[in-house]
């Protein structure tokens, strides 16, 4: 499939393998230069990131310990540019969970804010698992105190886009309604697009 797309960059999230399982050729496309990052826990979360072009360095983790312990992020830096697979932790199992999410977020709103102060552009593919906006998942009525799109995590991206200035790529291009990147695997959610668009860059 990725061999297939002809993309120069691309970034995935929640790998959920340890990279000396991934013998298969298809985990090592042709063409492309591939580098992932692991969670420590076997099975779980994992970043990875293709490059057609070498990149000049690739960074993995962010000096953290929820993104280093769990390979939720990777970075691959080229001439004044920087690529990266983040994958921000879900929080929908439960308080634990939502606290740590709210952690990571955090420490990475720190980061983002650091990086203002470099000359380089950034482009960050990011499994954020939060919804921004209404028109972004299905059901946002009944879903405003869960996990995913509550207040304090759509300020938070209201905090990246409007002063850290990070851009919603897709939206800038797309503003249609019913445009989702996940789906529950419970009932017809699929069947239905009663999703969630949590995938953002």
Not at 101 to 122: G, N, Q, T
Request: aromatic share 12%; charged share 30%.
């Amino acid at each position: 499939m990725v061999a297939n797309a002809d993309c120069d960059v691309v970034c995935l999230q929640e790998t959920r393998a340890q990279e000396h399982q991934l013998t298969d050729p298809v985990f090592h496309p042709e063409m492309y230069h591939c580098y992932y990052f692991d969670a420590v826990k076997k099975g779980y979360a994992g970043t990875a990131v293709y490059c057609k072009q070498e990149p000049k360095k690739v960074i993995r983790g962010l000096g953290f310990e929820i993104a280093d312990s769990e390979g939720r992020y990777i970075q691959a830096d080229y001439v004044g540019l920087s690529i990266a697979s983040l994958y921000l932790p879900s929080g929908s199992a439960g308080e634990e969970r939502q606290c740590r999410k709210f952690h990571f977020m955090d420490d990475y709103m720190r980061h983002m804010k650091s990086l203002r102060k470099k000359r380089r552009e950034f482009i960050i593919c990011a499994d954020w698992n939060i919804c921004h906006k209404k028109i972004d998942l299905k059901n946002w009525r009944s879903n405003q105190k869960n996990s995913g799109f509550l207040p304090e995590e759509r300020q938070w991206l209201d905090e990246l886009y409007d002063e850290v200035g990070c851009i919603d790529a897709f939206r800038v291009v797309n503003h249609e309604e019913d445009q989702y990147s996940w789906w529950s695997n419970r009932g017809q959610a699929r069947a239905n697009n009663v999703g969630w668009r949590l995938d953002y860059h």
